[in-house]
């Protein structure tokens, strides 16, 4: 691995996900911070994946059970959320990277798979008429240490200079205006090998991206937002970051001697 600047924000890359250092020391992504946040949408989400395929697919589970036993075909089927959340998370990226140029008015070209999101994002643009200030930019906050990457900073119209949260998945959750919270409270963005001050905004708002449709939804991204993404972020390094609950169990006792 490349050696990593001691000053500044830093982006390191790995195979498949990435981490921030502030001034050579590791930063907690804002998404991460919210790793502790209880996601019981996502827990139904997955029994529901799981429940319509074995109903949709029966006669392939059951002949995977027949001829390959038990053990396989509950891998199979346990492996069903992971596999769509994956390629759920590949689609939103592309999205995102769509929108991106999009807006840029740069040429795209688009798969059939994804041109209905395109087109939700094309309704937007013409809805509301957008102007990009910047897309991807990488912002920190050296006071609690975290920094991430926001999707887009747009002036609007009607609605002034706005912080703007890409989502395309199914549904747009609570813990996502503490995510455009902690966006919007950083205190620079890496500009080139520089920094800068943070932008300010007027406004946050998520772009729930849908096959040829969209919703632009307010996001409380204030003082009391940002509090509670600190919350989130402390109970995160308090608790959750490598997995530190466990060191609060002990070995098992061995039963006492009884006595002859």
Request: proline residues 5%; contains cysteine; hydrophobic residues 40%.
């Amino acid at each position: 691995m490349p050696k990593v600047p001691s000053k500044g924000i830093q982006v390191v890359e790995y195979a498949n996900y990435h981490r921030y250092k502030i001034d050579g020391k590791w930063a907690v992504g804002v998404t991460t911070a919210l790793n502790g946040i209880p996601k019981d949408g996502l827990k139904y989400w997955a029994a529901r994946e799981v429940a319509r395929y074995a109903l949709e697919n029966i006669r392939q589970v059951g002949w995977l059970l027949d001829s390959a036993g038990f053990g396989p075909a509950m891998k199979m089927l346990s492996d069903i959320p992971n596999q769509k959340r994956d390629w759920a998370a590949t689609r939103g990226t592309e999205v995102h990277d769509l929108a991106e140029r999009y807006i840029r008015d740069e040429e795209i070209e688009v798969s059939d798979e994804l041109m209905p999101y395109v087109q939700g994002y094309a309704n937007y643009i013409s809805d509301y008429n957008p102007v990009s200030v910047h897309e991807e930019l990488v912002v920190a906050n050296r006071t609690h240490m975290y920094a991430g990457r926001l999707d887009s900073i747009q002036d609007i119209p009607s609605l002034g200079r706005c912080l703007i949260d890409y989502k395309s998945g199914a549904g747009v959750y609570g813990e996502h205006a503490l995510q455009c919270a902690g966006y919007r409270f950083a205190e620079t963005f890496k500009d080139g090998d520089d920094e800068q001050p943070m932008i300010a905004v007027e406004a946050a708002y998520i772009l729930h991206i849908q096959p040829g449709t969209y919703d632009l939804i307010p996001a409380q991204a204030d003082d009391e937002a940002f509090r509670k993404f600190l919350v989130a972020l402390e109970n995160y390094r308090e608790n959750v970051q490598s997995d530190k609950l466990k060191n609060l169990l002990g070995l098992p006792l061995e039963p006492p001697e009884v006595a002859a």
